[in-house]
């Protein structure tokens, strides 16, 4: 199976997968070759991450497309737009050009987290992504100047913090629970135009 992920019309990295056990649960990262302009590498198990010997250039060039398979994974239930654009937050949070001394790698479970939120939830407006400091992803919506913003964590747990102003000051809700919940809570409160 051939994997081809485009930005803008033009085709930058091509992922033949050994399909193997698609359902079981383990990470296909180890099962990759990895092709980007020319050059080919494999993409390196997870875990391996660590390993003094490799570089910070490929290691997060591996780290990257791990979460891009894993994202392939339930593509089928998100929106091409969606997949564009969280393919092109990945090449940006994980570049090494953008890469700083105190910057995370996205936790794979926390990217699952959030996948699976886009699945339930299928919010119109495309978020803003981020990285907490403990790797968790986050995710930003706006609408005029109320405010979403949720941290994912492993297991489909999330955070989620509710801001708009008022005439005095700032009201803000905070949220913590089950993904699947979390949009029902949204709507609940007032904050749907946030997600679109």
Not at 38 to 56: F, H, M
Not at 83 to 102: G, K, N, Y
Not at 166 to 187: K, P
Request: hydrophobic share 40%.
């Amino acid at each position: 199976m051939i994997i081809t992920m485009q930005e803008g019309g033009a085709n930058f990295r091509t992922l033949p997968i050994q399909l193997g056990d698609w359902f079981g649960g383990e990470s296909m990262a180890n099962e990759a070759a990895v092709e980007t302009r020319g050059e080919t590498r494999s993409a390196i198990d997870p875990q391996s991450r660590s390993d003094p010997k490799i570089g910070l250039d490929e290691r997060l060039f591996d780290h990257a497309a791990s979460l891009k398979i894993d994202m392939s994974k339930l593509a089928m239930h998100l929106e091409r737009r969606w997949r564009d654009s969280v393919r092109h937050q990945i090449d940006r949070l994980l570049s090494c050009q953008q890469w700083e001394e105190d910057s995370n790698e996205i936790s794979s479970g926390s990217f699952g987290t959030f996948l699976r939120f886009l699945a339930f939830a299928v919010p119109d407006k495309l978020a803003g992504l981020g990285v907490s400091p403990s790797g968790n992803l986050l995710a930003a919506w706006h609408e005029g100047q109320k405010r979403v913003s949720i941290e994912f964590y492993d297991d489909d747990r999330a955070n989620a913090v509710l801001m708009r102003p008022t005439e005095r000051l700032n009201e803000v809700v905070a949220w913590s629970g089950h993904v699947g919940d979390l949009m029902g809570f949204i709507e609940r409160t007032g904050y749907l135009d946030c997600l679109g």
